[in-house]
């Protein structure tokens, strides 16, 4: 149970109380429009997201916000996590405050998760929450996951509200980081397959890939949850995957998956490898 005391957290309006548990189109956009205004004002604060955990958010971010309206980034993903068997493993890289490692631990409540997050001061956050909340199956992680073991460089985009959500990381310039791969990992600490890899990286994404090139050919990777976007790297991490046979899938918001449209626009997208139970043709 969490250490947090209910009296010191936010106290949520009735009605988003009522509307943390339902899920319909345009959730998160109709919750900003009724709620934005009145929590935004609370700054950083403990309060209870839409899964039942209670997290510090900074409620000035509306990112943050959409954690206490419902699934965060929209349910489709989790509403198809929901239907596939329990996981063995969760990889979670570029983890930040733990948006989405509450909803892992809320939808996979005895998987084990690995997260990875080499900004100090997102770190910090997360690992916070994570004792607040005595979620022990997640082990984290202060490295970055790159092609190779060795150090780079984090950069931050200075807005005081975004607590490294679009910290990048880059080959000379900000705060050094070590690097570390995910074959490397996976190997020191016995892992033998990933159920699902979440892969938001602000760009790197190839790079982590070619750090675990062992395990896609080895198919020990069974999904990736994947940022994709219209830029370059983006292309040559879809093609990457490709080559191993993982195929991309969109996920409706019912949990669906489909065939993702041509021309990606910033979308994330579900990568399952072949021989998949989930997987279309």
């Known amino acids: 149970m969490p250490t947090i005391s209910p009296l010191s957290t936010v106290s949520l309006p ?31 604060r403990w309060v209870r997201t839409a899964t039942g955990l209670i997290w510090k958010l900074d409620l000035a971010n509306p990112t943050h916000r959409w954690m206490v309206y419902g699934s965060y980034e929209g349910p489709g993903f989790w509403r198809w996590l929901r239907t596939q068997p329990a996981p063995a493993l969760i990889v979670d890289s570029g983890a930040n405050i733990g948006q989405t490692i509450v909803h892992f631990a809320h939808s996979a409540p005895a998987t084990p998760i690995l997260a990875f997050e080499p900004g100090q001061a997102a770190r910090e956050w997360l690992a916070e929450c994570v004792a607040a909340n005595a979620l022990d199956r997640v082990r984290i992680f202060p490295t970055a996951l790159g092609a190779g073991r060795g150090t780079a460089y984090l950069q931050d985009n200075l807005n005081p509200h975004h607590h490294g959500s679009w910290n990048h990381v880059h080959p000379t310039d900000g705060v050094p980081v070590v690097l570390t791969t995910l074959d490397d990992e996976l190997a020191a600490h016995g892992h033998g397959e990933v159920s699902i890899w979440k892969l938001d990286l602000e760009g790197y994404e190839l790079a982590a890939l070619h750090g675990a090139a062992g395990a896609p050919a080895a198919r020990r990777i069974r999904a990736i949850y994947m940022e994709v976007s219209p830029n370059p790297a983006s292309a040559a991490s879809r093609s990457f995957l490709r080559g191993y046979g993982y195929n991309p899938h969109r996920i409706a918001d019912s949990g669906r998956l489909g065939r993702p449209v041509g021309g990606e626009n910033y979308d994330n997208l579900l990568f399952l490898c072949p021989g998949h139970p989930a997987r279309r043709p």
């Open 14 to 44: 009735l009605g988003l109380r009522a509307l943390q548990r339902w899920e319909f189109p345009r959730k998160l956009g109709l919750c900003e429009r009724l709620y934005g205004d009145s929590l935004r004002r609370f700054g950083i």
